[in-house]
């Protein structure tokens, strides 16, 4: 990533708002302005590094003449004891994008992390693991990046880019077949061709689905057994998603029934931060 769109410079300057304010008093009580400093960004544990790119960005919004080498490219696998980035310039400069690049760099590297477990665990099959829109407000931009960075895909971005009819959509739109029909409708009114994903619950509602113009079929919460049933009722007529009880125990055998996608919300929403440090000297 060679430039930083709009939308996360936002993101940043946000982050860097909310935790400088009016300045960093204790820098500059105690550091002098003419002072110089090297940042070594260390890895304290086996996972995969993500936003580099991004803390880079930190350091330069706070000073551009902060210098910033990438050692380990972003969704690259790393280990205890690695150097992910060398950072120098002013001291006080250091000290005050320190903390903001950290919680970026070591949030966004925990979400890699997972996805790689994640992908791992089904790259037998042809099932892709996607992420959800359970993710911290604000921040989905990094988030989702750091999905792909670890080696599985997007789903929608939000509300305004697929439509994805839930149990609630379809209790107050009457049934799965007059939410989709209306969903179709829209897209015909407006002249877009939004993907159309619904919420099965069980096998009957999988055969409703079936009868319309859905693009997706969502599993949801089907056991194995199931799943594997409604894989061969849909037999390639449309892609098919398998949602709910996802965990890395269990994400192998759903792969195995057939399925398209896996949309896990733990990616995003139960993140284990991955453990880096900045280490400065002079």
């Known amino acids: 990533m060679n430039k930083i769109d709009k939308n996360i410079s936002r993101i940043i300057s946000s982050a860097l708002k909310e935790d400088v304010g009016n300045g960093d008093i204790t820098t500059k009580a105690t550091i002098s302005k003419s002072k110089k400093a090297v940042g070594k960004f260390l890895v304290k544990a ?3 590094i993500a936003g580099l790119e991004i803390a880079k960005a930190v ?5 551009p003449k902060i210098q910033f080498e990438i050692k380990i490219k972003d969704g690259s696998k790393v280990k205890y004891g690695d150097v992910a980035a060398i950072v120098w310039g002013k001291a006080q400069s250091l000290l005050t994008a320190e903390r903001t690049s950290l919680n970026i760099l070591q949030r966004m590297s925990g979400i890699a992390t997972s996805a790689n477990a994640y992908a791992e665990k089904v790259k037998h099959t042809k099932a892709k693991v996607i992420d959800t829109r359970k993710t911290v407000p604000g921040l989905r931009t990094l988030d989702k990046m750091a999905v792909k960075l670890g080696g599985c895909a997007n789903h929608r971005i939000g509300l305004y880019d697929m439509f994805l009819i839930k149990d609630n959509h ?8 007059k939410a989709i029909e209306a969903c179709v ?5 407006h002249r877009t061709k939004f993907k ?9 509602e999988v055969e409703e689905a079936l009868k319309t113009k859905a693009d997706i079929i969502m599993l949801d919460n089907f056991e194995a057994d199931e799943m594997k049933k409604a894989v061969k009722i849909i037999n390639g007529k449309c892609k098919v998603e398998a949602s709910g009880g996802v965990n890395l125990e269990t994400i192998k055998k759903i792969a195995e029934t057939g399925v398209d996608y896996i949309s896990v919300g733990a990616l995003t929403h139960s993140v284990k931060a991955l453990d880096i440090s900045l280490e400065i000297t002079i």
């Open 46 to 48: 086996d996972g995969v």
């Open 170 to 177: 379809i209790e107050v739109a009457g049934s799965i077949t």
């Open 59 to 63: 350091f330069k919004t706070v000073d």
């Open 196 to 204: 159309i994903e619904v919420e099965t619950k069980n096998l009957k």
């Open 185 to 189: 409708k829209y897209n015909k009114k």
